[in-house]
T-cell receptor
Framework: AQTVTQSQPEMSVQEAETVTLSCTYD???????LFWYKQPPSRQMILVIR??????QNATENRFSVNFQKAAKSFSLKISDSQLGDAAMYFC???????????FGTGTSLTVIP | DADVTQTPRNRITKTGKRIMLECSQT?????MYWYRQDPGLGLRLIYY???????NKGEISDGYSVSRQAQAKFSLSLESAIPNQTALYFC??????????????FGSGTQLSVL
C-alpha cells in the first residue's frame, strides 16, 4: 500500500499570516495525483487543491498553493492570509494514475488565532 | 440539497447489533466508496464499487459488507457491530475522465458509536 505521511498533527497560525502544512508520500510510480482536502468542524470533506505529478508547475487556488517537489516526494500546502474559516483538519491524499484507491495521510489540525 | 447524502448522521448502537449505513448520490457518478475515519489514522478504504455489478474490498473490509442497489445507492452494513468499529464513516463518489483525472466528492459522514 502507498504511504502518505503528515508529520504535523497540529499547527497554528495567526490570522492574516501564512502557514505551510507538510506532506510526504512513498511511491515508485512516475504518474500520479496529489490532493489536499479540508475537513472543518462540520465534518464535510472539501477538496482544496489538486496536483498532477506530470505537471511541474505548482497548483494554485486563490490563497492556497502547493510546493510540489517530485524528487523529494513532498507536497506541502501553503495558506496565505489565513482566515478564521481556514481552521480545520487538512488531509493530504495520493492516487496512482491508473489506480483505484486514494490513500490519505493522518491529517493536520490547523488552528487560526484571531 | 446535498449531492451525496448519508443517513443517519449519528448512530449509537450496542455490541452485536446489525446496522446499515446508507448513501445516495445525485451526481450520476459510477464510482462509490466507503471510508472510515479514526483519530490519528486518517481515512481508510473499506469497500468500493465502480458500477452496480462491481464490488471490491478495500484495505479494512473485515467485519463489513456492502450492497450497490443502484447506481445512486451504496449501503454499508456491519453484521455484528463491535466497539472498535466506532468511527466516522464517509461515503464518497467520483467520476473519472478520459485523462485519468478523478476527484472524490464526500457525504457529510455518519458518526457511529458501538457500546
Amino acid at each position: 500500500a502507498q504511504t502518505v505521511t503528515q508529520s504535523q498533527p497540529e499547527m497554528s497560525v495567526q490570522e492574516a499570516e501564512t502557514v505551510t502544512l507538510s506532506c510526504t508520500y512513498d511511491t515508485s510510480e512516475s504518474d500520479y495525483y496529489l490532493f489536499w482536502y479540508k475537513q472543518p468542524p462540520s465534518r464535510q470533506m472539501i477538496l482544496v487543491i489538486r496536483q498532477e505529478a506530470y505537471k511541474q508547475q505548482n497548483a494554485t487556488e486563490n490563497r492556497f498553493s502547493v510546493n510540489f517537489q517530485k524528487a523529494a516526494k513532498s507536497f506541502s500546502l501553503k495558506i496565505s492570509d489565513s482566515q478564521l474559516g481556514d481552521a480545520a483538519m487538512y488531509f493530504c491524499a495520493y492516487r496512482r494514475h491508473t489506480g483505484n484507491q486514494f490513500y490519505f495521510g493522518t491529517g493536520t489540525s490547523l488552528t487560526v488565532i484571531p | 440539497d446535498a449531492d451525496v447524502t448519508q443517513t443517519p448522521r449519528n448512530r449509537i448502537t450496542k455490541t452485536g447489533k446489525r446496522i446499515m449505513l446508507e448513501c445516495s448520490q445525485t451526481k450520476g457518478h459510477d464510482r462509490m466508496y466507503w471510508y472510515r475515519q479514526d483519530p490519528g489514522l486518517g481515512l481508510r478504504l473499506i469497500y468500493y464499487s465502480f458500477d452496480v455489478k462491481d464490488i471490491n474490498k478495500g484495505e479494512i473490509s473485515d467485519g463489513y459488507s456492502v450492497s450497490r442497489q443502484a447506481q445512486a445507492k451504496f449501503s454499508l452494513s456491519l453484521e455484528s457491530a463491535i466497539p472498535n468499529q466506532t468511527a466516522l464513516y464517509f461515503c464518497a463518489t467520483s467520476d473519472m475522465d478520459t485523462g485519468g483525472n478523478e476527484k472524490l466528492f464526500f457525504g457529510s459522514g455518519t458518526q457511529l458509536s458501538v457500546l
